[in-house]
């Protein structure tokens, strides 16, 4: 199985942006990058996925490296409500086998 | 839509004996997956049910099991506990293929204790 490699924990301030990274040089060609997160007393949430090109939603943005053997979660503007476990797992499309490693503890200080 | 439901909340059990976690998944899904999270770990996946079968399993022994029912509904068995299974299980659920979407939405879980 491919694995990741994130930080154990990181801090942000509110209404800064946060960078996660997450290496994960054993990617092949068809798995597709994952983020999920788990707030505090709840299961996790999906919050986006990619697979070459960086990718925008509501919540994050996606940045991949050229060779896919990094990528970097990045919420524009923490708030408090963002403090979570932020997991970055690696999958084929539409295989539902999701592997989580530990992930990283994001804190948001007011 | 409530989402993702399942119950119990909590689960209190003696070693030795056998549990049942239930799962009801986000309309219109009709896959569901079963994680268990140790405190402070990561979820490890224990297996996945579509079209009423294991489609796929984790590194989980045989006293994990479980069912789907025809209206996508899941159980989760854990035969024979032990100290260690005690955790959160989490369950998931996804939607059809033909829909194309990547997105697993989880339950709140339920949390066993064994002593």
């Known amino acids: 199985d491919a694995k990741t490699t994130q930080p154990n924990s990181m801090e942000s301030n509110e209404e800064e942006p946060v960078h996660l990274p997450c290496n994960h040089s054993?990617?092949?060609?068809?798995?597709?990058i994952h983020w999920y997160r788990q707030l505090p007393s709840q299961g996790p949430e999906y919050v986006i996925h990619?697979?070459?090109s960086n990718v925008n939603n509501r919540m994050a943005s996606l940045a991949i490296a050229e060779d896919r053997k990094s990528s970097t979660l990045i919420l524009h503007r923490a708030t408090l409500r963002d403090a979570a476990v932020y997991y970055c797992?690696?999958?084929?499309?539409?295989?539902?086998?999701?592997?989580f490693g530990a992930g990283t503890r994001l804190t948001v200080k007011p | 839509d409530a989402g993702v439901t399942q119950s119990p909340t909590h689960l209190i059990k003696t070693r030795g004996q056998q549990v049942t976690l239930r799962c009801s998944p986000k309309s219109g899904h009709d896959t569901v997956s079963w994680y268990q999270q140790a405190l402070g770990q990561g979820p490890q996946f224990i297996f996945q049910y579509y079209e009423e079968e294991e489609r796929q399993r984790g590194n989980f022994p045989d006293r994990f099991s479980g069912h789907q029912f025809p209206n996508y509904s899941s159980e989760l068995n854990v035969n024979a506990l032990l100290l260690g299974d005690s955790a959160l299980y989490l369950c998931?659920?996804?939607?059809?293929?033909?829909?194309?979407?990547?997105?697993?939405?989880f339950g709140p879980g339920t949390r066993l204790t064994v002593l």
């Open positions: 797992i690696l999958a084929e499309y539409n295989n539902n086998d999701m592997r």
């Open positions: 054993t990617i092949s060609g068809t798995d597709y």
């Open positions: 998931a659920s996804s939607a059809p293929l033909a829909e194309m979407t990547n997105e697993q939405f």
């Open positions: 990619g697979l070459t």
